[in-house]
C-alpha cells in the first residue's frame, strides 16, 4: 500500500493528470471499460446478493455513465480559472480563482450499491484530476474482485489502483497522508475515518446514513404515494441509504393508506424465487432485521427465509419511536407506520433523532410542504417523489450533521476533489503609499473611505 500510495504521489507530481485532455481521455476510458465489461460485472453482483442485471444497470451503471457524460462535456467549464471583480484596496489588479486537483486522494465504498458508490466518486476525483486508491466494500466479494480486475487491466496502478481488503487493510490505509479522504458507509464507521484522518489533518467528505423519514399528510394522493412508496422502500431489498426508513402518516388517513400499501406490495411480486429481488447481504444482517420485526404489528410480510437470505416487504403497524425497529437504521425490507395527529408535533418528533440523510413529504398542501422543507434539516430528497433526487447529476448529494459532510455529483463532485486558488494578479506601474510606514490619520481616513465603515 505504501508503495503504491508514494508512487500515486509521484505520478500526481508529474503533472500529467492535470492535463484536462488526459482527463477527458481516462474519464472516456472509464466509460468503455465499464461498457465492455458491463455482463461480467453485472454476473459478480448477482452471485453476491442476487441484484439483477436490469437493476445493477438502472440503478448503478445508468447513473456511472451520465456522471461521466456530464464530467466529459462540463470538463472545460469547470476547470477553467475564474475571473472574480478586483475591490478597491487592491487596485490596479486582476483577480481570479484556479481550480487545482487535490492530489493523492483514497476512496473507500460501501457495499449496498458496491459500482455506484464507488465509481461515481472516481470520476469525480478524475474530472478534478486526482491520482486515487479505490477500496471497494469487502462484503459483496465477488464484486470486489471484479473491480480489482476490470480497473488494474484498464488503468495504471499509480493512476487508478483498487486495494481490496476489510478493517485491517482499511485501517493501513488510513495512516497514510492523502490529500482527500472520500468515505461512504455507516455513521459509526465515518466516525473512525474522521479521527484517523484528523491526525493527518486530511480533509474529509463523509457520505453516512440515517433513519430518513417520508410524511404522508391527508391531503397527499395516496394511490399514487403508496406506489412510489413501495417502490423505493424495497428497491434493493431495502439496502438502500436514501430508501425512506419509517413513515409519518396522518391519523385520519392511515387505516386507508394502511390498506393500499398492503394492496400495493402484494401487486408487485417479492417472492423468494423472483431473480429481481435481490437477497440480503449477510447473515448477520438477516438476523438482525428479523430481530426487528414485532409479529402482531405485521400488516404484510412479515415471512423470511434464512438459508436464501430472504425477507418479504414486511409493513409494520402503530409503531413508536420506542419500538426497536426505531433504535436503529433499518436498512432492509421493513417499513413502519408511525401516525401522527398534528404535523408540528410529527416534526418536532423527527427532529429528536440526527439529522438524516434524506426526507420526503407527500403532500398537495404547499403549506405542509413548506413547513417540512423549511423546518426540518436533512441531506436531500423529494416533494411526492423519494429516492430519485440521487440520479440528477445538478443536484448535490450528501447529508448534514451526522448523516454526512460534504457533498458530490456532477460540478459538486468536481469542487469535491479540487482546491480553488485565490489570486490577485497586480502589475507593477501603480503603488499606492497607504500600506507603508510612516502611518498617518490621512491614510486611516483613507481605510475607512475604502471599506465603507
Ligand atoms: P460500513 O461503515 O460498515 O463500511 C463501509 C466501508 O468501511 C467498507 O469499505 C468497510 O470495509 C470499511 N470499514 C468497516 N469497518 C471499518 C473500520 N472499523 N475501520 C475502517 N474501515 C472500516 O458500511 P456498509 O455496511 O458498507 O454500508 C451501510 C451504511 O452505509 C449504512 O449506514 C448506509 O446508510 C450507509 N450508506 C451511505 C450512503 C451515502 O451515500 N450517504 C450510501 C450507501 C450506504
Request: charged share 25%; net charge positive; hydrophobic share 40%.
Amino acid at each position: 500500500m505504501q508503495d503504491i500510495f508514494h508512487n500515486q504521489k509521484a505520478y500526481f507530481d508529474t503533472n500529467e493528470t492535470k492535463d484536462i485532455s488526459f482527463r477527458r481521455t481516462q474519464l472516456k476510458r472509464l466509460k468503455s471499460c465499464l461498457k465492455e465489461n458491463e455482463d461480467f460485472l453485472c454476473d459478480a453482483i448477482y452471485k453476491d446478493f442476487k441484484k439483477s442485471k436490469f437493476d445493477t444497470i438502472a440503478t448503478e451503471l445508468a447513473l456511472i455513465y451520465h456522471e461521466i457524460d456530464v464530467a466529459v462535456r462540463q470538463l472545460g467549464n469547470w476547470s477553467r480559472r475564474k475571473s472574480v471583480p478586483t475591490n478597491l484596496v487592491n487596485f490596479p489588479a486582476r483577480s481570479y480563482i484556479i481550480p487545482e486537483p487535490l492530489g493523492s486522494v483514497l476512496i473507500i465504498g460501501a457495499w449496498n450499491y458496491p459500482y455506484l458508490l464507488t465509481i461515481c466518486p472516481m470520476v469525480a476525483a478524475m474530472a478534478a484530476g486526482c491520482t486515487m486508491i479505490v477500496k471497494p466494500s469487502e462484503m459483496p466479494i465477488r464484486t470486489s474482485n471484479a473491480l480489482k480486475k476490470v480497473f488494474s487491466e484498464t488503468f495504471d496502478e499509480k493512476y487508478i489502483a483498487v486495494v481490496e481488503g476489510g478493517i485491517p487493510e482499511t485501517t493501513e490505509l488510513l495512516q497514510l497522508k492523502f490529500d482527500k479522504i472520500f468515505f461512504t458507509g455507516s455513521t459509526h464507521v465515518g466516525k473512525i475515518v474522521y479521527k484517523a484522518a484528523a491526525e493527518n489533518l486530511v480533509p474529509v467528505t463523509l457520505e453516512l446514513g440515517g433513519k430518513s423519514p417520508a410524511f404522508v399528510t391527508s391531503n397527499a394522493h395516496l394511490k399514487m404515494t403508496a406506489k412510489r412508496l413501495v417502490w423505493s422502500k424495497f428497491l434493493n431489498a431495502g439496502q438502500t441509504c436514501i430508501s425512506p426508513d419509517y413513515l409519518m402518516v396522518d391519523e385520519s388517513i392511515h387505516e386507508k393508506f394502511l390498506m393500499l400499501l398492503k394492496a400495493e406490495v402484494e401487486k408487485e411480486n417479492f417472492a423468494v424465487e423472483n431473480d429481481n429481488y435481490p437477497q440480503i447481504i449477510n447473515e448477520r444482517n438477516f438476523d438482525r432485521l428479523v430481530a426487528m420485526i414485532p409479529r402482531e404489528k405485521v400488516v404484510a410480510g412479515g415471512e423470511w427465509d434464512k438459508e436464501k437470505r430472504w425477507i418479504a416487504p414486511t409493513i409494520l403497524r402503530d409503531v413508536s419511536f420506542s419500538d426497536k425497529v426505531m433504535e436503529e437504521e433499518i436498512f432492509g425490507p421493513i417499513m413502519p407506520v408511525i401516525t401522527y395527529n398534528n404535523l408540528d408535533t410529527a416534526i418536532s418528533e423527527v427532529k429528536k433523532l440526527s439529522k438524516p440523510l434524506s426526507a420526503y413529504i407527500f403532500t398537495r398542501s404547499r403549506k405542509q410542504k413548506s413547513k417540512v422543507l423549511n423546518e426540518l434539516s436533512f441531506g436531500g430528497g423529494g416533494v411526492n417523489e423519494a429516492v430519485m433526487h440521487i440520479s440528477n447529476s445538478n443536484l448535490p448529494f450528501g447529508g448534514v450533521g451526522a448523516s454526512g459532510i460534504g457533498s458530490y455529483h456532477g460540478e459538486d463532485g468536481f469542487k469535491t476533489f479540487s482546491h480553488f486558488k485565490a489570486i490577485v494578479d497586480k502589475p507593477n506601474w501603480l503603488e499606492l503609499p497607504l500600506k507603508y510606514f510612516p502611518h498617518s490619520s490621512t491614510k486611516l481616513w483613507w481605510i475607512r473611505k475604502i471599506f465603507k465603515f
